[in-house]
């Protein structure tokens, strides 16, 4: 492993480029190297079996690549896959998981509500987390559909706004104050989350903290880039790069390919 290797990330289609973004704020001299596994979007549908799968496949990619850190850029594959990547694969991992402990920590109505895919809210990851925090009243919302408008660019549309309402109105007579957000593809939503709820619930999700971590394992392990070349940053898909170009422009130094 070389400081210069490109730090490796993967999900389910573009949402996980959310995550991307806050690592690329952090370390801007770090190469990296993305693959949106958009053909088989969205993973919170897929049994265990299907995502460990598709988990292991991504991993293999990036491993090939010299990738000297995966970030499992989906909370569906870190829930469901993480423990058995970190098993399998000799290399470092972050996952992402729904960020409940913050949330319960400081909320003031003892209410929170999670806005996460079916994989997410079945795993027996996020019910050990759930389980952490007795004293607060967690609401749960499947985002079906959700994924699927982001990954088609129908993030403005008719149909979006009609999905999150009946997800979210709900949520808001349960008088929470903070929502966590349990996908990455969902950050892309805040605009619109924000024109439904009230300014006082506080929406929560977990791109900084993933970067801050990844800074955090780089730097113990003594590989945080030192090399004074321009560094790259390579998005790969195997389904349409039309949204991926459009959610990433106007970041430059970007290839697209198929993998």
């Not at 619930?201 to 801050?212: C, Q, T, W």
Request: include cysteine.
């Amino acid at each position: 492993m070389n400081s210069s290797d490109p730090i490796g990330l993967f999900d389910s289609g573009i949402g996980g480029t959310s995550i991307w973004k806050e690592v690329h704020a952090l370390l801007p001299r770090e190469n990296t190297i993305y693959l949106a596994d958009s053909k088989n979007a969205p993973y919170g549908l897929k049994s265990k079996e299907e995502i460990l799968y598709l988990s292991s496949k991504n991993t293999a990619l990036l491993l090939e690549q010299n990738c000297k850190l995966i970030i499992v850029a989906c909370n569906t594959a870190t829930t469901n896959a993480i423990k058995e990547l970190r098993a399998k694969y000799n290399v470092p991992f972050i996952g992402i998981e729904p960020a409940i402990k913050p949330a319960a920590i400081h909320s003031k109505t003892q209410t929170i509500g999670i806005l996460a895919t079916k994989g997410t809210l079945n795993s027996a990851l996020f019910h050990e987390n759930v389980a952490k925090h007795p004293e607060v009243k967690i609401i749960e919302q499947i985002g079906h559909g959700l994924v699927q408008l982001i990954e088609n660019g129908a993030i403005d549309s008719p149909e979006m706004k009609e999905l999150l309402e009946s997800y979210l109105l709900p949520m808001i007579e349960e008088n929470i104050d903070y929502l966590v957000l349990g996908c990455s593809h969902y950050p892309y939503l805040i605009p619109q989350i924000k024109k439904i709820i009230p300014p006082s619930i506080k929406i929560i999700d977990s791109g900084e903290a993933v970067a801050k971590q990844t800074k955090k394992i780089l730097e113990n392990l003594g590989l945080l880039n030192q090399s004074n070349k321009n560094p790259t940053q390579l998005f790969y898909s195997n389904s349409s790069i039309d949204v991926l170009k459009k959610i990433l422009i106007p970041i430059d130094t970007i290839f697209h390919k198929n993998f």
